[in-house]
């Protein structure tokens, strides 16, 4: 009943900045592989087949390595050797020059994405070590919220500060940004469509306060607001039925493009 009603909703819906990026549909849904091991990453990459065509790795993993075990560069490796994507979501943030280090590590690994957060230096030092990796710029955490901002020495509000980081990631010719699906629609009518916004934080329309998440939107809101892309975890890895869940999630993503 909820899908029916999120369909009629979306079909009345301003569609003017809906993504027109040349991306395939199920390339859209970025899946969250935050799991302990990489042998478990494994194991839902093939329960969802090809459902799913696009995972984020993140920390978790990136610690799950050693002792002889295949670690996080082999599960790139893995990834993209079954025509896979795959988002390096590390959040990069040191001196500049360990920065360009990290992000060249990543070269010639197939990789679309990195995420990296921080200071311009830090930036553009990213940008210049990419060769062929899209840099993201990370704007604000969707765990923290205006106090939480506040807390940390902001004097202004979260779309301020989002807006105001990524002007600054854009003019130093990152390819895009991580933002709330509460920004984007700023984002957009402030800069344009001409860079990458994925949007994690994506919780269902009703009891939406569940987990450490604090600014979260719908698939429809995050699409029809202007993301090119969403990452999910656990509102699909969690499910009963994440397979089904995965699948639902894309056909919920097709219908919005839909001409």
Known sequence: MRLKACQQIQSTADRSLLSARNIPLRERL?????????????????????????????LQLLLAGGGGKEGYAELIDWLVGRK????????????????????????????????????????????????????LAVTVLTSLDQSDVEDLGFKCNIEQLVLSRAKRALALKCDGVISSGIEVRALRREFGREFVIAVPGIRPLVNRVVDDQKRVADIEAAFLDGADYIVVGRPIRNATNPKAKAREFQQRIAKLFEP
């Open 84 to 135: 896979k994507k795959v988002m390096v979501d590390v959040k990069m943030f040191d001196i500049a020059e360990t920065v360009k280090a990290g992000v060249r590590q990543l070269r010639n690994r197939g990789v679309t994405f990195a995420t990296v957060h921080g200071s311009d230096p830090i930036l553009k030092a990213a940008v210049e070590g990419r060769d062929g990796v899209k840099i």
């Open 30 to 58: 970025i899946l969250a592989l935050d799991v302990p091991t990489v042998d478990e990453a494994k194991q839902l990459v093939a329960t969802f087949g090809e459902d799913v065509v696009f995972y984020k790795i993140g």
